[in-house]
């Protein structure tokens, strides 16, 4: 049961790679807040939308939860908890709004450098590290390969050369990463970028309002960048 609340919250990285640019697109928007002093709760002064500053992985789960509104995310961290709520035979509740543009990224395979890749199927029988297990084993299945999930938090790509797994499925972005790790990628899971995520169902009536106002604003702070 969520408290009936006349103003929107949106939930974004606190710090990391989406916060600026994240914070940068809303302001575009005509968006400005009264910062608080813990810095996690900005109250929004031009229009009625706050902002709540989080780890991106809490993003899902506040707006499942119902504490907040809207978030921008990742894709890839919006995928991740949406398959793992399905493996587990949850209701979906949350989804993707619309694609933001910017923070792109794929989640990759990759192998060991001198690997003649053969596909997919080479891949049985390996142990495989990620921070994106649900993704990753249902990319498995709908490839018919039985491989091992090996689940790291992080520095997932250090995980080959300290004979952790055999292979890896991690975020890519210039590629720098697994060639500084002779890795190579491989083939692509997810083509990721941040998005605006929202509740699978609507909103109520008034913040339901600045959502689409804000949707509007969005149109066309991005039309304009692009
Ligand atoms: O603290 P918090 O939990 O909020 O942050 P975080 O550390 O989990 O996330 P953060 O800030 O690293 O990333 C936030 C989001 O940025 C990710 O969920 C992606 O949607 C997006 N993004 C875009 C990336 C990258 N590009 C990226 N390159 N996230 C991570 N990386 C990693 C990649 O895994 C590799 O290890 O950056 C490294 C460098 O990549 P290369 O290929 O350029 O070398
Ligand atoms: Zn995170």
């Known amino acids: 049961n969520t408290p009936v609340r006349d103003r929107l919250r949106i939930a974004i990285q ?3 790679r989406l916060a600026e640019p994240a914070r940068a697109l809303l302001a575009s928007c005509g968006l400005s807040w009264r910062e608080s002093r813990d810095r996690l709760f900005c109250y929004g002064e031009s229009l009625p939308i706050d902002l709540l500053l989080v780890r991106d992985d809490d993003i899902p789960g506040l707006i499942a939860d ?3 509104d809207l978030g921008i995310v990742g894709r890839n961290v919006l ?8 493996s587990l035979d949850r209701a979906p509740a949350f989804r993707e709004y619309r694609a933001l543009g910017f923070g792109g990224c794929r989640l990759d395979i990759a192998v060991p ?18 921070s994106y297990p649900a993704l990753l084993s249902r990319w ?9 999930v090996v689940l790291l938090s992080g520095s997932v790509e250090i995980a080959p050369r300290l004979g952790q797994a055999e292979a890896i499925c991690d975020l ?11 890795l190579k990628p491989v083939t692509t899971l997810l083509q990721s970028e941040a998005v605006l995520a929202g509740p699978a169902d609507a909103l109520d009536a008034t913040r339901g309002e600045l959502a689409d106002l804000l949707q509007r604003r969005l149109d ?7």
């Open 172 to 182: 890519v972005s210039s590629g720098a990463t697994l060639s500084a790790n002779q």
């Open 220 to 226: 066309g702070a991005l039309r304009i960048r692009h």
């Open 113 to 130: 450098d001198g690997w003649d890749w053969q596909g997919p199927q080479q891949l049985d029988g390996k142990r495989i590290a990620t």
């Open 66 to 68: 119902g504490v907040c």
């Open 79 to 86: 995928e991740e908890q949406g398959s793992e709520r399905a």
């Open 14 to 16: 606190k710090s990391g």
């Open 140 to 148: 498995l299945k709908a490839q018919n390969v039985d491989a091992q």
